[in-house]
């Protein structure tokens, strides 16, 4: 019931922006920017990234309200935005970091300690609480960005297939297989029996 409403006043402010209220946009904005920043966090793992996330999310959202399909849920239709500016900004994360790592590689040829591994505490690590959260924050930094957007919309979201793919413009396939590798990572980090096959 509380979901029908809530989907009910997004409708509402959806049309009184369309007539011209301003005001009516800001009112979207409250309502959503906690959920939206929440699912920015989980899947980028870092606040000012998340944050960054948000702003963008809510820009595109604002320049495309006129096309949005009013028989779509507005909560879904921000969250699938939100989902593609987080996406966005773990390719480009992964780009720098694939840089970095060449620069560094061809810096530290001849240092003997180069492929030592850090104990610096990931993002992942610092914001979870129990064994179990935390192992998932290490399984989650070893995905690659489809992966760990997957993941994050399947599990803590409770997105469906065909929304995922959309989100992540994906096809069913490529959806279920982006979901399996993830789980599977999960596993080998949680211990589970890997032979188990992993429900997407």
């Known amino acids: 019931m509380e979901r029908m409403e809530a989907s009910d006043a997004d409708a509402d402010a959806v049309a009184r922006f369309r007539l011209g209220d301003e005001g009516a946009f800001r009112t979207l904005v409250e309502r959503h920017s906690r959920a939206v920043f929440r699912l920015a966090y989980r899947m980028t793992g870092n606040e ?11 820009l595109r ?6 096309r949005f399909e009013d028989r779509a849920r507005f909560a879904s239709w921000l969250h699938r935005i ?3 500016c987080a996406y966005d900004v773990l390719r480009a994360r992964a780009r720098r970091d694939e840089q ?3 620069r560094a590689n061809e810096e530290n040829e001849e240092d003997p300690m180069a492929d030592v591994a850090s104990t610096d505490p990931t993002p992942d690590r610092l914001v979870a609480s ?3 959260r935390r192992k998932v924050g290490v399984a989650m930094a070893r995905m690659s960005a489809v992966e760990k957007s997957a993941f994050a919309l399947r599990h803590f979201e409770g997105f469906s297939i065909d929304e995922i793919g ?3 413009d994906l096809d069913t ?3 279920k297989h982006s979901i399996f590798r993830a789980v599977r990572k999960v596993r080998d980090v949680l211990g589970v029996d890997p032979t188990l096959r992993p429900t997407a």
Request: no cysteine.
């Open 48 to 58: 000012q990234d998340a944050e960054d996330v948000v702003q963008e999310a809510f």
């Open 61 to 66: 959202a604002y320049r495309n309200l006129s």
């Open 82 to 84: 939100a989902a593609n």
């Open 100 to 102: 970095d790592q060449r």
């Open 130 to 132: 129990g064994e179990v």
């Open 166 to 168: 959309r989100a992540l």
């Open 173 to 175: 396939s490529a959806t």
